[in-house]
């Protein structure tokens, strides 16, 4: 009993410290709000938009969505799903060819909000998806839709430097 009440105070002490640490950082563009904290090799990420759409964020596009590794995620039938996707050209992504490592997918959609929560590493399994260097500025995309299918064009959009660590937002 003793070994139980420990085990479970030990696991409402890390979920609760981990908790607090996931999302260090926040910055809200073109309707988006994104929040991420680094978590050793990997970024715990947090995006909602008042949709009831879909909702993502993308890493290292080069132009425009080129070459891009997306997060894009909404709620259907009341469950979260997340995927990863690659920018193929500058004006479109297509859902990844290989291993797509998206992981702790959650969210909801609430009051016409949708928020979809995630996990990825900072190096992917998947050689389509650059990896992401923290401590550098990093190229973000945010955007969402007015629908679940992502075959929707984003309702808006926001591309913008970012580093990572510090959270801090250029351009």
């Not at 999302?23 to 073109?30: D, E, Q, S, T």
């Not at 995006?47 to 590794?69: C, E, I, L, P, R």
């Not at 479109?92 to 992981?103: I, L, N, Q, Y």
Request: aromatic share 6%; proline share 4%; hydrophobic share 45%.
């Amino acid at each position: 009993m003793l070994v139980a009440m420990m085990s479970a105070g030990l696991c409402a002490a890390f979920a609760v410290s981990a908790a607090a640490a996931e999302y260090k950082h926040k910055v809200v563009r073109a309707g988006v709000t994104f929040e991420w904290g680094i978590d050793g090799p990997s970024l715990n990420g947090r995006m909602s938009a008042k949709t009831t759409g879909w909702v993502g964020v993308g890493f290292n596009a080069t132009k425009g969505m080129q070459d891009a590794g997306f997060v894009i995620g909404a709620v259907k039938d009341g469950q979260p799903k997340a995927a990863i996707h690659i920018g193929s050209s500058p004006m479109a992504h297509g859902k990844a060819t290989a291993e797509a490592d998206v992981a702790n997918v959650g969210g909801s959609e609430a009051d016409g909000v949708t928020t979809i929560t995630f996990t990825i590493p900072l190096v992917s399994k998947n050689p389509q998806f650059k990896p992401i260097a923290p401590e550098k500025d990093t190229k973000v995309l945010l955007a969402y839709g007015s629908d679940d299918s992502v075959k929707a064009r984003h309702a808006e959009r926001a591309e913008f430097l970012l580093n990572l660590s510090t959270g801090e937002v250029k351009k």
